[in-house]
């Protein structure tokens, strides 16, 4: 069996209610400045926590105006008033793009390191201060992963920066944080997270430590991502996504993503679609491509999906597909790249793109070339 490194928070708390526990063993810890990034919908659930917090003699300085998909100089500001706060902790409260951030200024408010010049795997020199994530989507699994992204100016690419010291000390997962988060928002982060399962799953470093959460995790989406949708406070169903959300997470560091996450960043860095959204319409298209490479693989996907067997693997992996799009289609994610505002004519130019992101793309189960990537993409017209 392949050697795999596992990387995870030291502690993770997950249940309803559980935000609770962060202000219990923050107050054992003896820390005194707490930056917080959160967003404005969110700051009404965490007003309690920090008055505990505030109660208890801790200086806060909160954050709230990180914007989707941030980019490598707004990181900067943010960094820049951190330091000025002078913060010896740091709690992200949010979503993917709260958590990132939150991560990535833990990790450079003492250090002499340019976030741009760590782009990549394992150029962060060392750990930064405590800190602790709190989703309130059940979607990118960072409060569990080494992994954070951030919009590059300079040629409009999402890029990831990979470290063991962007894992959370401790990830709080409290299912009540996602109760109000809108409709559309739920099906996005929640296409986002059985993708990063499916991708790790069927992944060329897929690995027996790993499956486990990837399947465990595709069943638990696939099986309530709808009834969330629908239904906001369906308590069942939003624990079994922040569940499923949580596995995906854990994927994230020892196996990581593929070709649905390398097509989908053009998407985020040029015409600033959604993360979650941009996988979410690729997600078929890439299975659909990948089959023939692992065929088993797609049928145990489908399987886990729900899916009855056909009378063989090719059928049942099919069966796969088929759910994914009705899945998508239930949840109200658009059909064609045209419904989000992306011209026929980018197809070239997000092709060449995609084809930078070399660090998610050898992972995939079968080679995508160029021409491959134009094609998926015009799949979607």
């Not at 986002?192 to 470093?205: M, P, Q, S, V």
Request: proline share 5%; aromatic share 6%; net charge negative.
């Amino acid at each position: 069996m392949k050697q795999i490194t596992l990387l995870q928070p030291q502690k993770i708390v997950f249940g309803t209610g559980c935000i609770q526990t962060l202000v219990e063993d923050y107050k054992k810890m003896g820390l005194q400045r707490l930056f917080v990034l959160t967003a404005p919908p969110i700051r009404p659930l965490i007003e309690d926590t920090l008055a505990e917090l505030k109660s208890a003699g801790v200086n806060i300085e909160v954050f709230q105006d990180i914007v989707a998909e941030p980019t490598v100089n707004d990181f900067k500001k943010i960094l820049e008033v951190a330091r000025q706060f002078k913060a010896d902790s740091v709690v992200g409260v949010g979503g993917g793009s709260v958590l990132d951030v939150t991560k990535l200024i833990a990790a450079f408010i003492n250090s002499d390191q340019q976030v741009e010049d760590c782009f990549g795997t394992g150029f962060i020199k060392q750990k930064g201060l405590w800190f602790a994530c709190l989703p309130t989507t059940a979607g990118t699994g960072s409060e569990v992963s080494p992994n954070a992204i951030l919009l590059d100016e300079r040629d409009h690419l999402k890029k990831g920066i990979v470290s063991s010291f962007l894992i959370a000390d401790v990830a709080y997962v409290d299912p009540k944080l996602t109760w109000t988060v809108p409709a559309k928002v739920t099906a996005d982060t929640g296409m986002d997270a059985l993708t990063h399962c499916i991708e790790a799953y069927t992944n060329k470093f897929a690995h027996p430590s790993v499956d486990i959460y990837a399947l465990q995790g595709i069943r638990l989406i696939a099986a309530n991502l709808e009834k969330a949708v629908k239904n906001g406070q369906d308590q069942e169903a939003r624990e079994a996504l922040a569940f499923g959300s949580l596995y995906g997470g854990l994927c994230l560091g020892p196996v990581n993503t593929a070709a649905v996450h390398a097509l989908s960043y053009p998407l985020g860095g040029e015409f600033h679609i959604p993360h979650g959204l941009s996988n979410a319409i690729l997600l078929p298209s890439v299975m659909k491509f990948n089959m023939p490479a692992n065929i088993k693989r797609h049928a145990e996907v489908a399987i886990a999906l729900g899916c009855q067997p056909g009378k063989n693997d090719e059928e049942t992996a099919q069966r796969g597909v088929d759910f994914i799009y009705q899945l998508a289609d239930a949840v109200g994610i658009p059909k064609k790249l045209t419904d989000l505002g992306i011209p026929q004519t980018a197809v070239d130019g997000m092709a060449k793109a995609a084809m930078q992101v070399q660090r998610l793309l050898k992972n995939n189960p079968r080679e995508v070339t160029e021409q491959d990537a134009r094609d998926i993409y015009n799949s979607l017209y």
